[in-house]
């Protein structure tokens, strides 16, 4: 049979042609969809994909500012920024966060607190992509074993940034403060857009007030990214703005001469330049180190300090809040002068007592046996309480807070010291409001010797002081000395308060002055030991507060009573009398009397101040010389 009998060649043929066609229109259809969806892409909605792509590759990233230094009046670092690595998490690029944290263990030496930092640092509201710290301050080690690891963990990068650091944390700790993590409060009250990429902010003292100044203007980056987030390179930068560096009246010398003298003792010390106000030293002792602070203070160190008995945390210097005692009584002689309560030749006979009425209470005296004859010369000099008692019930409590509060008491009279109280200058009205009782005779008593409702800071007994020694021109602690830049200290302080405190009489500052000077230099003056030997005149007054009452016929006896309830050694004074360049005031918590606790403590002061460092400084000039003239 031959072959065409059995295949159908013209019919197979035309099968393949039919079969062909089909798959060339197929093939024809298929490439046209192609060639539109691609014209689609990359023509109709190319600015679109464009943009998305570059969302992926490209992002912003805020650069944030370098925070401002702080220095001294000498120009010495009180507050600089130190270079740290921090291994830092962008939750939102993070697929299982615990899984990451436990294979982060594995390889760092990350502590369950760092974790419990993070996860409450997790919980709060942030902005988005913001990245979370969890452990500061790699080590190199730490970070080499990342740097191998990290194809393992995306949205977790070693981030190196400025953090603040303390140099001298224990002395200034409680004049600067410190910065610390942006709170749940502070996010909400902070510009957002400025603080983008700030992790940190001004929580207390100088840091915080200048918290707009020291902080600076954020900056931005176009920065090419892989597809797991990591930056490739710079595209495009503007270069924030650094904070503005400031310097301070305060002198570390002079900060650091004030806690030795205080070492082993509760107190604080204030002191203030009069002719400008700037405060020279403010210290607050116990101390603390405010570095812990700055990145997150642990649990455990946080307890050790908010439950110690000497409460290093209490910054005494500002907040603290004391009877004044007799410190107050060169106040009470210029009001008692201006207003014609008393008179320079009055005398008052001191039996050890005083009494309202002759079958009365006995306000006694702090010397048991009575001064016998005063004036207010003598009464100053010897601090004689009953001069005090009677020439106070004279003038009542409405003169006695008029002048009182002309000098600074029941307010904070500062410029730029954040945190300070104003005490309690008591009043009628006062009293009224507060205890819903009249104001009785016994309470003037109690005031005009700094006792009974009678509160003030250190830093107010320091403002009086200076006002004295300026003999009644008033000028407001400050602590801001120079801004490092173009811009006038005037921008950032706020405008002066106070007018003059002008005497019917202004001789009667010069008088106030002597006896005050008689404090120190006279031959029964109280604190007359603490000026022995003195190059120098000084003015001054010691004070002892009680901490509780005594009755009437009870005594006081240092050796009886539980050292915390001992009385306050307080002073107030200022040096050289004629041409003054200090004041200060100092309490010494339950030390007991102030011309044999708190006085040589001015005096510690005051020959710093006035001789110790001018010598040092006259040899430094003299071997800079010497130097100068070998080479």
Request: hydrophobic share 40%.
């Amino acid at each position: 049979m031959a072959w065409g009998e059995f295949k159908d060649t013209v019919a197979e043929r035309r099968l393949f042609q039919r079969r062909a066609m089909v798959m060339l229109v197929l093939v024809m259809l298929a490439l046209g969809g192609l060639l539109a969806r691609m014209y689609q892409l990359q023509i109709v909605e190319h600015e679109i994909y464009t943009t998305l792509s570059d969302k992926n590759r490209v992002q912003v990233q805020s650069v944030p500012p370098p925070r401002g230094l702080v220095y001294d009046r000498n120009n010495l670092l009180l507050a600089e920024n130190r270079p740290v690595f921090s291994l830092t998490l962008v939750p939102e690029r993070i697929g299982s966060m615990d899984e990451t944290l436990a294979r982060l263990t594995e390889i760092l030496s990350i502590s369950d607190e760092d974790i419990e930092r993070f996860q409450r640092r997790l919980n709060e509201p942030r902005r988005p992509f913001q990245e979370i710290p969890l452990s500061y301050d790699l080590n190199e080690e730490e970070i080499a074993r990342m740097a191998v690891h990290r194809h393992r963990f995306p949205g977790v990068e070693v981030k190196a940034e400025l953090v603040r650091y303390y140099p001298h944390s224990e002395l200034t700790a409680h004049a600067l403060g410190y910065v610390g993590r942006i709170n749940r409060n502070e996010l909400q009250r902070i510009d957002p857009v400025n603080y983008a990429g700030t992790n940190y902010i001004g929580k207390s003292g100088v840091e915080r007030f200048y918290e707009k100044v020291l902080h600076g203007k954020v900056g931005y980056q176009h920065v090419e990214t892989n597809a797991r987030g990591r930056i490739l390179r710079v595209l495009e930068r503007e270069n924030p703005v650094p904070g503005e560096d400031l310097q301070l009246h305060l002198d570390l010398r002079l900060q650091r001469k004030a806690h030795e003298l205080l070492e082993g003792r509760r107190g604080a010390i204030i002191a203030i330049e009069p002719a400008t106000g700037g405060i020279l030293a403010l210290a607050s002792v116990p101390g603390f180190d405010a570095n812990k602070f700055v990145t997150g203070i642990s649990v455990k160190d946080y307890r050790d300090l908010s439950e110690s008995i000497d409460k290093p945390l209490f910054n005494r210097a500002l907040r603290g809040q004391y009877p004044p005692g007799s410190t107050i009584k060169p106040m009470m002689a210029v009001a008692a002068l201006d207003s014609g309560v008393t008179t320079r030749e009055r005398t008052i006979w001191d039996p050890g007592y005083f009494q309202l009425k002759e079958s009365g209470r006995r306000y006694r005296d702090w010397k048991r046996t009575g001064h016998g004859w005063v004036d207010l010369m003598d009464s100053v000099a010897e601090s004689c309480d009953v001069y005090f008692y009677q020439i106070g019930v004279e003038m009542g409590v409405d003169v006695m807070y008029d002048y009182l509060s002309r000098f600074g008491f029941g307010e904070d009279a500062t410029l730029d010291v954040a945190g300070a109280l104003s005490g309690l200058l008591p009043s009628r009205d006062w009293k009224r409001a507060v205890r819903s009782e009249p104001w009785y005779p016994g309470d003037s008593v109690n005031m005009s010797i700094g006792q009974g409702f009678f509160l003030a800071t250190p830093l107010q007994l320091a403002t009086a002081t200076a006002l004295i020694a300026n003999r009644g021109e008033w000028v407001e602690p400050r602590l801001l000395k120079d801004i490092r830049g173009d811009r006038p200290v005037e921008e950032f302080l706020p405008a002066s308060t106070h007018k003059p405190l002008d005497l019917k009489n202004p001789d009667d500052w010069e008088y106030v002055v002597d006896t005050m000077e008689e404090v120190m230099h006279g031959t029964r003056g109280t604190a007359r030991g603490a000026a022995r030997g003195a190059s120098y005149r000084m003015a001054g007054k010691t004070g002892t507060a009680q901490v509780f009452s005594l009755g009437e016929d009870e005594e006081y006896d240092a050796e009886e009573i539980r050292e915390r309830l001992r009385d306050h050694a307080l002073f107030v004074g200022f040096a050289p009398t004629d041409d003054p360049k200090i004041a200060v005031a100092i309490i010494v918590e339950n030390g007991g009397g102030g011309s044999s606790v708190a006085a040589p403590v001015a005096r510690g002061l005051f020959d710093a101040w006035l001789e110790e460092f001018p010598a040092a400084e006259a040899a430094q000039v003299v071997g800079q010389a010497e130097t100068g003239g070998e080479g």
